[in-house]
């Protein structure tokens, strides 16, 4: 009932064209949708963020899209760059119950210059 | 030191020994977490702390105690793990408020622990 599904585990694209990182849950209560970025020998960090309120948000290249009834969200990365190679992870949360996010299992992207 | 810290980065441990993480936020927040972060799974929460008081143990085995003396510092005491505990232990930290919020967790870098 809490898993949030990731695919695909990785993902090679050319620099200037598109990633797209899809997932999937179950939970309907869950009212927060972050996605975070890792690079290696980092922490993760908060890259964007949705609620379900919303079917998109655009944070410069980076686009969340997010559909309700399908109980998807996905990650759009616009004309991806070879800094933006790092994995990548959705997660999940119920506002009201505390800020415990459920994350899924990342997706390792690698742009090629 | 700005954001959160972890110490040590490394740490390679035996079965039978006792060891533990620290991690150190300094950003003022009031709620802190544990994660494990293994190879083959998706980001564990282990241990949530709200204003130093333990608000989730998510089902950790007792081999792993945590503390949190203050709202700035988070421990993990380790004691008798098992080779499957080798894995990025990651802390982290935000700002909670009353009635549930969408505040950001600002993660440290993580102490990567093997178990021999």
């Known amino acids: 009932q809490q898993q949030v599904k990731q695919s695909p585990q990785s993902l090679i694209v050319q620099k200037g064209g598109i990633s797209i990182i899809n997932c999937a849950y179950e939970n309907t209560a869950f009212d927060y949708f972050p996605w975070y970025q890792q690079f290696p020998g980092k922490g993760p960090a908060l890259l964007i963020a949705i609620r379900p309120d919303v079917s998109e948000k655009k944070e410069g290249r980076f686009t969340i899209s997010f559909n309700k009834s399908a109980k998807q969200f996905s990650l759009h990365i616009m004309d991806s760059q070879p800094g933006d190679s790092a994995t990548y992870f959705c997660?999940?949360?119920?506002?009201?119950?505390?800020?415990?996010?459920?994350f899924g299992g990342g997706t390792r992207v690698l742009v090629k210059p | 030191e700005t954001g959160v810290t972890q110490t040590p980065r490394h740490l390679v441990m035996g079965m039978t020994n006792k060891k533990s993480l620290k991690c150190e936020q300094h950003l003022g927040h009031n709620a802190m977490y544990w994660y494990k972060q293994s190879a083959k799974k998706p980001l564990e929460l282990m241990f949530v702390?709200?204003?130093?008081?333990?608000?989730e143990n998510n089902s950790v085995p007792s081999r792993f105690s945590p503390e949190c003396p203050n709202s700035s510092h988070l421990f993990l005491h380790l004691h008798t793990l098992q080779p499957e505990d080798s894995a990025l232990y990651l802390c982290a930290s935000s700002q909670e408020g009353p009635g549930g919020s969408y505040h950001e967790q600002y993660f440290g870098p993580g102490t990567r622990l093997t178990v021999t």
């Open positions: 997660a999940a949360s119920i506002r009201a119950a505390g800020n415990k996010l459920t």
């Open positions: 702390y709200n204003f130093k008081e333990q608000t």
